[in-house]
């Protein structure tokens, strides 16, 4: 049985990198093989482009730079971690992946779409996820959240209206292929938007990955 790739989209601040740490436990406890990984990084070279790629001193880099440097990141983890554990069977759950990349560097950024998807299906292999789930937020609260957590990296010291086109970019794709996305509304407590997550997860799994 081949697994599922389930991502985890939504502006700075949303949550959804503790909310993935939180599911795949508990994913785990009702039986189900699962890795977490993220973007970028999640091996060895993607973990150094990420420090590249997030370090704030960085400003002078390029919007084209930027997604050569993402989708570098990207094609390894895609042959290195995702697609092989995909081969056994495991449900992965990945914090970020591709839409991150329309959303960021296209609605963003401004480069064009077309060229970004063509440039992700040669990274990806043309590997799409299963389910994306999107954390919702407005981006003034996510920033403020964010803000508290801890040093901004490059992306989050970017302007306001910059975070409001990404998040935009986001309804955009979800209007465009709705049958994918499901959207949590990250504004509640991290332990209301947990249950919601264990709901339609588990939900969209007993109908898309039968355990074995």
Same mark, same amino acid.
């Given at each position: 049985m081949r697994g599922v790739l389930i991502t985890f989209e939504g502006p700075e601040g949303c949550g959804k990198t503790t909310q993935l740490r939180l599911l795949a436990p508990w994913l785990q406890s009702q039986g189900y093989p699962v890795l977490t990984t993220r973007e970028p990084g999640g091996t060895a070279i993607g973990e150094a482009l990420r420090t590249v790629l997030h370090d704030p001193t960085h400003k002078e880099m390029s919007p084209r730079a930027e997604i050569l440097l993402y989708s570098a990141s990207r094609a390894q983890i895609v042959d290195e971690v995702i697609r092989p554990a995909l081969e056994k069977g495991t449900i992965v759950l990945c914090d970020r992946y /591709?839409? @991150? *990349?329309?959303?960021? #560097?296209g609605y963003g950024?401004?480069?064009?779409? %077309?060229?970004?998807?063509r440039i992700t299906q040669f990274a990806t292999q043309n590997l799409v996820?299963?389910?994306?789930?999107? &954390?919702? !937020?407005? =981006?003034?609260?996510?920033? #403020?959240?964010? /803000? %508290? @957590?801890? =040093?901004?990296?490059? &992306?989050?010291? $970017?302007?306001?209206?910059?975070?409001?086109?990404?998040r935009a970019g986001y309804l955009a794709l979800i209007a465009? $292929? =709705?049958?994918?996305?499901? *959207? !949590? =509304?990250?504004?509640? @407590? !991290?332990?209301?938007?947990? %249950?919601?997550l264990r709901e339609a997860v588990i939900s969209w799994l007993r109908d898309h990955y039968p355990q074995r």
């Open positions: /591709s839409d @991150s *990349t329309y959303a960021y #560097q950024r401004g480069l064009d779409l %077309a060229m970004l998807r996820p299963d389910l994306t789930f999107f &954390l919702d !937020i407005d =981006p003034t609260i996510g920033l #403020q959240r964010r /803000s %508290a @957590s801890g =040093p901004l990296n490059r &992306l989050d010291q $970017e302007a306001l209206d910059f975070h409001q086109r990404v465009e $292929e =709705p049958q994918r996305w499901v *959207t !949590i =509304p990250a504004a509640a @407590s !991290i332990e209301d938007v947990q %249950a919601r």
